[in-house]
């Protein structure tokens, strides 16, 4: 707390005999004045002897400067000296470092040379060994030691290709020649990685692999593991879900045992394009291909659609640089045969199924059908003016049946909307548009000319004379009929056909024949109502 004088002298009155009013003794100046007096004699002497600490404290603390300030020169004396001799150190071993990096490039040129002439005396007796005809050094007794062997071996071969034809052909006499010994270790280094392989030791796979890669039977090594992967992988009926499995299974390993495992995948997606999934579709569609056109295309839709999935799955694994166009060749060399003459297939069978769908409707109704109305509007509209004013003779007697059949056409949409998903997936882009008309052509046909036309033509020519009782009803059901069958007509015109002709000249040409259908069957219904 802070001193305040006046607290002080009120606290010293207050403790000192006489000094006030308290305790009901009286008041006693002198005694007062004299505790005064004595408390500040005691004071002075307090000060007095604080004072002496005070000096005593401040002589003894510029002593103590002086001698930090010297201590300070000092290790700045110090520190000058340390940091010179630093700097000299510095370049000292700069300077050695210098002679250091130049005796080792000289111990190097010295000692380079001397491994080589160390390397090639062991390869001239290796050499040796092999003109002798005894391999007696344990490099090449010792099975452990194949990978020691194998360097060895690839580094003899290599010079015996260097000698002159005549020595060459003089040391390939001998039984051990570098030649027939690097056949055998190719040999037993497949041997080896095979056995490894099917013990699922990756890493002695890698190890053999690597050594191997010098050697010009490495793809024979690919072709070994490509081999045994699908052994076993192929038991169930579902070929293309087999394929991905074992695909992905071998993605996983492959990087982990060949330097290349790109190049590798794709060799073994290849194979299995090429042998496996080529096999199967051959026996899947050849044996329909004569004989039942519907079950030959369901079949090669599926197959392709299948293969092309399978494709999408495999677009995610590395196969190098242009996977897509890798695997589109691989498809292709599967299908081309197939996919050629594809879409005269689809027409062949569309027409001959066609045909037979409307055949069994009028045959289920005991109708022949007959040729009516050959001629042009202006002949149609010619005939109903003389059937109105004139009649000529009796109509015909249709019994009150519209020959028009919500089955049949609902069966000759299903199959033309079967062939356009077919068309889409297995025409050439280039060869959409027309293969999509082609098959719009035979619906026009069969299911607007030889079903709708027909029956509108069989319904004119029914229609009785002016003063008949049952004057236009059986028209008017055919009407309702046709204009029913119409609208389904234009359904699939518009979400299956115009998605594969939108941007093709195909389109006008399309709309065109859809235009003129429409006043065709227009121009009829007005007629047959009129």
């Not at 401040?58 to 700045?76: H, T």
């Not at 380079?112 to 390869?123: G, I, N, S």
Request: net charge negative; aromatic share 10%; proline share 3%.
């Amino acid at each position: 707390e802070p001193f305040v004088a006046d607290e002080y002298i009120e606290r010293l009155a207050w403790r000192t005999p006489g000094g006030g009013s308290r305790g009901g003794e009286a008041f006693d100046p002198k005694r007062l004045l004299e505790e005064f007096v004595n408390h500040i004699q005691e004071l002075q002497v307090m000060d007095e002897r604080i004072q002496r600490k005070v000096e005593k404290l401040e002589q003894q603390c510029q002593k103590e400067a002086k001698e930090f300030a010297k201590k300070v020169q000092e290790l700045q004396k110090s520190n000058q000296v340390a940091f010179q001799h630093f700097q000299e150190l510095d370049e000292h071993i700069s300077y050695v470092a210098t002679k250091v990096c130049h005796l080792g490039d000289q111990l190097e040129g010295v000692n380079t040379p001397r491994q080589r002439a160390v390397e090639a005396q062991k390869l001239m007796k290796y050499f040796n060994e092999f003109l002798d005809g005894e391999l007696k050094s344990d490099v090449f007794t010792n099975s452990e030691k194949i990978k020691e062997a194998a360097d060895i071996i690839q580094k003899l071969h290599l010079i015996a290709q260097e000698l002159p034809f005549d020595s060459l052909m003089d040391f390939s006499c001998y039984p051990l020649s570098s030649a027939g010994k690097y056949h055998d270790l190719e040999c037993q280094l497949i041997q080896e990685f095979t056995s490894a392989q099917r013990r699922g030791e990756i890493s002695r796979m890698r190890e053999v692999a690597a050594v191997l890669l010098h050697f010009k039977g490495y793809s024979h090594c690919v072709d070994v593991y490509i081999k045994q992967c699908q052994e076993g992988a192929f038991l169930r009926n579902d070929v293309f879900e087999d394929a991905a499995i074992l695909c992905q299974r071998v993605n996983k390993q492959v990087g982990e045992v060949f330097s290349n495992p790109e190049t590798v995948l794709a060799k073994l997606i290849q194979n299995i394009f090429e042998v496996k999934l080529q096999s199967y579709v051959k026996d899947q569609l050849e044996e329909h291909r004569k004989s039942d056109a519907e079950q030959y295309l369901k079949n090669l839709y599926d197959l392709y659609s299948r293969t092309t999935n399978l494709s999408s799955k495999l677009m995610e694994f590395n196969l190098g640089t242009d996977k897509q166009t890798f695997l589109s060749k691989l498809i292709k060399s599967i299908f081309i045969s197939y996919l050629e003459n594809y879409i005269e297939v689809e027409i062949g069978y569309l027409k001959s199924r066609s045909a037979t769908i409307l055949q069994r409707y009028y045959d289920s109704k005991n109708h022949q059908k007959r040729s009516i109305g050959t001629g042009g509007i202006q002949d149609l509209k010619e005939r109903i003016r003389q059937r109105t004013n004139l009649p000529l003779g009796p109509s015909i007697d249709t019994h009150g049946e519209t020959f028009l059949s919500q089955e049949v056409v609902v069966n000759l949409l299903q199959e033309t909307k079967q062939a356009f998903e077919r068309c889409h997936r297995l025409s050439d882009p280039s060869d959409l548009p027309k293969n999509a008309f082609r098959i719009f052509s035979m619906l026009v046909e069969f299911l607007c000319t030889e079903h709708i036309d027909y029956a509108l033509e069989t319904g004119l020519a029914g229609i009785p004379s002016s003063d008949s009782k049952n004057a236009n009803l059986y028209f008017l059901d055919v009407v309702h009929q046709a204009n029913t069958i119409f609208h389904l007509f234009d359904k699939q015109f518009n979400d299956h056909l115009m998605p594969l002709i939108s941007s093709s000249p195909k389109l006008s040409e399309c709309l065109q024949k859809k235009k003129d259908i429409i006043e065709q069957m227009e121009v009829k219904l007005d007629m047959g109502i009129d």
